[in-house]
């Protein structure tokens, strides 16, 4: 079960200076803002130089840093919900939440068309399995990662249903582009309907699998409705309010090198890779984007700010090792087993 | 060899070449053709079998990445694939799960896991051929029949959790697959009885009942209990690792043996500097890349290099050539330790980047570690010979003279 924000992260707020071209982190420009339904905007953000952008899978997500005051960010995680053949951008769609503290209130508020923004490396802690049958359950704008699996079930010629729940239907996102489906989907407005009608979960049909994202609630009623079905067959993406996240860091820092007995200075626009190759301590490397693992360096002491695609949250919260092609430092000092 | 500048089938100038790289005489020694094909163009027509090629760092790496117009899903090879699909002919999104899941089971942490295993395969391999012999003692020894083509087939299967019975299959069962990657010549034909045995062979060593409780094959298994992959995909997820993962290595270690033993000054450079291990390798593997070559299809008109391929299209993407560039290497035919071959294309890039790669790094990093303290030199003892592949850059023997340490 995944832990991430798709939607209501809390704040995490630093200092906020823009930055460019430093890989792990990639600064996209807003091409499109475009009002879904009522509260629902959704951001196409392009690579400014029409390059490709780190590929996705469905089910994940991206970090924004949103510089929501002049002194600050806050970093926010929206799942991503646009074509993965469109190579050089990424689309989200980001709910305002009148309770927020500054993310979503800045989106639908204050970004522009034309504005750059500061986006990580896409993860993916809600990954479609094989299956021979997905039942998708969405509740609000908990659709947005369902979307990028009912193209993929698609694609993939694999049965499908989408049980999609909102408080109103102005307020649904998707709702022209779900029509086309038909009958697999079943849109399910609480103001018309009442609560999501679960009782499909009685049936656990061969190779089934259960995808659900939406406001806890709802999960809760799923997890309930789908006692039978084992574990493993019911996924969900939850809406969390505790980040993990550190903030984004742009000052720099130091390596310790134990084995070298070296320290070495990382700049803002260097990678610690480059900054250990300058050193003369060269690390092999091969993606440059934190995805296949050839850069690992064991890290002894101190706390490095992931930006790779492998480790996952616990991995992340162990602070032993790190991908040194992308990710960096939140404390002052990393010492690293090199 | 003719290079015209014009070919009527294709909008504007490209440059096209009649060589036929599957002939023997190029699989013996396929550096000058790779040159031409580099120095031809970024995008090349081979007019012998109508297809594109590709053979210059930039293009070849972008095209690697682009996996949305350059398709797997029908084979990577010059013709449709002759065998059910495994991982390395998919397309997202059909390739998403069951890449995750073995990209997990064979990451970098897990493979760190068996370093004391490989490390002991490593000393099996050496020590009856080096171990108890004085210091100054010459031995000589085949880089590839002693050394090359024994850790893997040991290693790899036991990281597997493959059972012994059979391992000599698995080298003859995966040459044949990587054959089956160029035209229907005799490499091929002569192939092509032994494959339906082979490839049963291998299928029935994949299943549940026949894998020992711990390992990769185990591993995947696990994965589909867990519900990321469907029990039926089980066997062939698991089949993609014997057919990848062996033959390649043999070679890339075999190669590694032959770089040290015809470069003395690297050889003395790593000795000065066991760290070097590492860069020792995957510097070999750009010097001489185990996989020479695989194919994509072009999914519509995609424009390369300013090059037009039409949809439809075949692509030949030449990664040797691509790690011989001068463009991206400076002094490119040179091994030298002292680089940093870091962005070669050996092990691919993209979505399908060798996910063994870490188990491949780790035996070389094994074999020198144990190989290091134990010789002081080693030398060719005789002329090397190559064993020809459609896909594969193959040694049949790399006769080595070591002086012990």
Same mark, same amino acid.
């Given at each position: %079960?995944? &832990?991430?924000?798709?939607?209501?992260?809390?704040?995490?707020?630093?200092?906020?200076?823009?930055?460019?071209?430093?890989?792990?982190?990639?600064?996209?420009?807003?091409?499109?803002?475009? *009002?879904?339904?009522?509260?629902?905007?959704?951001?196409? *953000?392009?690579?400014?130089?029409?390059?490709?952008?780190? @590929?996705?899978?469905?089910?994940?997500?991206?970090?924004?840093?949103?510089?929501?005051?002049?002194?600050?960010?806050?970093?926010?995680?929206?799942?991503?919900?646009? @074509?993965?053949?469109?190579?050089?951008?990424?689309?989200?769609?980001?709910?305002?939440?009148?309770?927020?503290?500054?993310?979503?209130?800045?989106?639908?508020?204050?970004?522009?068309?034309?504005?750059?923004?500061?986006?990580?490396?896409?993860?993916?802690?809600?990954?479609?399995?094989?299956?021979?049958?997905?039942?998708?359950?969405?509740?609000?704008?908990?659709? &947005?990662?369902?979307?990028?699996?009912?193209?993929?079930?698609?694609? *993939?010629?694999?049965?499908?249903?989408?049980?999609?729940?909102?408080?109103?239907?102005?307020?649904?996102?998707?709702?022209?582009?779900?029509?086309?489906?038909?009958?697999?989907?079943?849109?399910?407005?609480? @103001?018309?309907?009442?609560?999501?009608? *679960?009782?499909?979960?009685?049936? %656990?049909?061969?190779?089934?699998?259960?995808?659900?994202?939406?406001?806890?609630?709802?999960?809760?009623?799923?997890?309930?409705?789908?006692?039978?079905?084992?574990?493993?067959?019911?996924?969900?993406?939850?809406?969390?309010?505790?980040?993990?996240?550190?903030?984004?860091?742009?000052?720099?820092?130091?390596?310790?090198?134990?084995?070298?007995?070296?320290?070495?200075?990382?700049?803002?626009?260097?990678?610690?890779?480059?900054?250990?190759?300058?050193?003369?301590?060269?690390?092999?490397?091969?993606?440059?984007?934190?995805?296949?693992?050839?850069?690992?360096?064991?890290?002894?002491?101190? &706390?490095?700010?992931?930006?790779?695609?492998?480790?996952? $949250?616990?991995?992340?919260?162990?602070? $032993?090792?790190?991908?040194?092609?992308?990710?960096?430092?939140?404390? $002052?000092?990393?010492?690293?087993?090199? | 060899?003719?290079?015209?500048?014009?070919?009527?089938?294709?909008?504007?100038?490209?440059?096209?070449?009649?060589?036929?790289?599957?002939?023997?005489?190029?699989?013996?020694?396929?550096?000058?053709?790779?040159?031409?094909?580099?120095?031809?163009?970024?995008?090349?027509?081979?007019?012998?079998?109508?297809?594109?090629?590709?053979?210059?760092?930039?293009?070849?790496?972008?095209?690697?990445?682009?996996?949305?117009?350059?398709?797997?899903?029908?084979?990577?090879?010059?013709?449709?694939?002759?065998?059910? =699909?495994?991982?390395?002919?998919?397309?997202?999104?059909?390739?998403?799960?069951? =890449?995750?899941?073995?990209?997990?089971?064979?990451?970098?942490?897990?493979?760190?896991?068996?370093?004391?295993?490989?490390?002991?395969?490593?000393? =099996?391999?050496?020590?009856?051929?080096?171990?108890?012999?004085?210091?100054?003692?010459?031995? !000589?020894?085949?880089?590839?029949?002693?050394?090359?083509?024994?850790?893997?087939?040991?290693?790899?299967?036991?990281?597997?959790?493959?059972?012994?019975?059979?391992?000599?299959?698995?080298?003859?069962?995966?040459?044949?697959?990587?054959?089956?990657?160029?035209?229907?010549?005799?490499?091929?034909?002569?192939?092509?009885?032994?494959?339906?045995?082979?490839?049963?062979?291998?299928?029935?060593?994949?299943?549940?009942?026949?894998?020992?409780?711990?390992?990769?094959?185990?591993?995947?298994?696990?994965?589909?209990?867990?519900?990321?992959?469907?029990?039926?995909?089980?066997?062939?997820?698991?089949?993609?690792?014997?057919?990848?993962?062996?033959?390649?290595?043999?070679?890339?270690?075999?190669?590694?043996?032959?770089?040290?033993?015809?470069?003395?000054?690297?050889?003395?450079?790593?000795?000065?500097?066991?760290?070097?291990?590492?860069?020792?390798?995957? !510097?070999?593997?750009?010097?001489?890349?185990?996989?020479?070559?695989?194919?994509?299809?072009?999914?519509?008109?995609?424009?390369?290099?300013?090059?037009?391929?039409?949809?439809?299209?075949?692509?030949?993407?030449?990664?040797?050539?691509?790690?011989?560039?001068?463009?991206?290497?400076?002094?490119?035919?040179?091994?030298?330790?002292?680089?940093?071959?870091?962005?070669?294309?050996?092990?691919?890039?993209?979505?399908?980047?060798?996910?063994?790669?870490?188990?491949?790094?780790?035996?070389?990093?094994?074999?020198?570690?144990?190989?290091?303290?134990?010789?002081? =030199?080693? !030398?060719?003892?005789?002329?090397?010979?190559?064993?020809?592949?459609?896909?594969?850059?193959?040694?049949?023997?790399?006769?080595?003279?070591?002086?012990?340490?």
């Amino acid at each position: %079960m995944s &832990t991430h924000a798709t939607s209501l992260p809390v704040d995490v707020s630093s200092a906020y200076r823009p930055t460019v071209g430093r890989p792990g982190i990639q600064s996209l420009r807003v091409a499109r803002k475009d *009002l879904l339904a009522d509260g629902v905007v959704r951001l196409r *953000l392009e690579e400014p130089n029409q390059a490709r952008v780190p @590929d996705w899978t469905p089910g994940a997500h991206i970090e924004l840093v949103l510089p929501t005051s002049d002194e600050g960010t806050v970093s926010r995680h929206y799942s991503l919900c646009g @074509d993965r053949w469109d190579a050089h951008a990424y689309e989200v769609a980001v709910l305002n939440e009148p309770n927020s503290r500054g993310g979503s209130r800045y989106i639908h508020e204050e970004l522009a068309v034309g504005d750059m923004i500061t986006v990580g490396t896409p993860r993916n802690n809600f990954p479609l399995s094989q299956a021979k049958r997905f039942e998708f359950i969405a509740g609000g704008i908990g659709i &947005t990662p369902i979307m990028t699996m009912i193209a993929a079930a698609e694609q *993939l010629g694999i049965d499908w249903h989408l049980h999609y729940g909102g408080r109103t239907r102005a307020s649904m996102a998707f709702l022209d582009e779900l029509a086309q489906y038909g009958d697999r989907v079943t849109i399910w407005p609480q @103001d018309e309907l009442g609560h999501l009608n *679960l009782g499909f979960l009685n049936e %656990m049909p061969e190779d089934g699998r259960v995808y659900c994202c939406g406001p806890e609630p709802l999960l809760n009623a799923v997890a309930g409705a789908a006692a039978a079905w084992p574990t493993w067959a019911v996924r969900f993406e939850r809406f969390v309010a505790a980040s993990l996240d550190e903030p984004v860091r742009t000052e720099p820092f130091e390596l310790e090198l134990a084995v070298s007995k070296k320290t070495v200075t990382v700049g803002t626009n260097e990678t610690v890779l480059s900054a250990l190759s300058c050193a003369g301590v060269p690390v092999l490397a091969s993606c440059m984007e934190g995805v296949c693992g050839t850069c690992e360096v064991g890290v002894l002491k101190g &706390t490095p700010e992931h930006r790779d695609s492998l480790l996952n $949250d616990a991995e992340r919260a162990k602070n $032993d090792r790190m991908f040194v092609c992308v990710s960096r430092a939140v404390s $002052d000092r990393l010492v690293l087993d090199l | 060899m003719s290079i015209t500048t014009k070919c009527p089938a294709h909008q504007g100038a490209i440059p096209v070449l009649d060589d036929d790289p599957f002939s023997p005489e190029i699989l013996e020694d396929p550096l000058p053709f790779q040159q031409r094909l580099r120095e031809a163009g970024p995008v090349v027509f081979l007019s012998k079998y109508n297809v594109h090629a590709i053979g210059r760092h930039e293009e070849l790496a972008g095209s690697l990445e682009n996996w949305q117009e350059l398709n797997s899903g029908s084979g990577v090879g010059l013709n449709e694939p002759w065998r059910a =699909r495994g991982l390395l002919q998919m397309d997202p999104p059909e390739h998403d799960a069951p =890449r995750e899941v073995l990209q997990e089971i064979m990451s970098s942490r897990a493979l760190r896991a068996l370093r004391d295993t490989c490390l002991s395969h490593a000393d =099996r391999v050496l020590n009856p051929l080096l171990a108890g012999k004085d210091p100054g003692t010459q031995v !000589e020894i085949d880089g590839f029949g002693d050394i090359g083509s024994v850790l893997p087939v040991n290693f790899f299967p036991d990281a597997a959790g493959i059972s012994d019975e059979g391992r000599e299959n698995l080298v003859p069962y995966a040459d044949h697959i990587f054959n089956a990657a160029g035209p229907h010549n005799e490499l091929y034909k002569q192939g092509e009885c032994q494959a339906p045995a082979l490839a049963e062979w291998a299928t029935a060593k994949c299943q549940r009942d026949s894998l020992k409780p711990e390992g990769f094959g185990a591993d995947v298994w696990a994965a589909a209990d867990r519900g990321d992959i469907t029990h039926d995909f089980a066997p062939l997820l698991t089949r993609s690792l014997l057919s990848a993962g062996v033959d390649t290595t043999v070679y890339g270690i075999t190669g590694l043996l032959y770089a040290l033993a015809t470069n003395p000054d690297q050889w003395a450079a790593l000795k000065a500097n066991p760290g070097l291990a590492r860069v020792a390798f995957d !510097e070999s593997l750009r010097w001489i890349s185990p996989v020479q070559h695989l194919f994509r299809k072009a999914a519509n008109d995609v424009e390369i290099g300013g090059t037009v391929i039409a949809a439809g299209t075949r692509v030949m993407l030449n990664f040797a050539a691509a790690n011989r560039d001068p463009r991206r290497w400076e002094d490119p035919d040179k091994f030298d330790l002292s680089r940093d071959p870091s962005g070669h294309l050996a092990f691919g890039m993209g979505v399908h980047q060798c996910v063994g790669q870490h188990a491949a790094r780790l035996q070389a990093a094994c074999l020198l570690e144990k190989l290091l303290p134990l010789v002081e =030199r080693i !030398e060719l003892a005789a002329p090397v010979r190559y064993h020809h592949n459609n896909a594969l850059r193959g040694w049949g023997a790399v006769p080595l003279r070591l002086t012990l340490a």
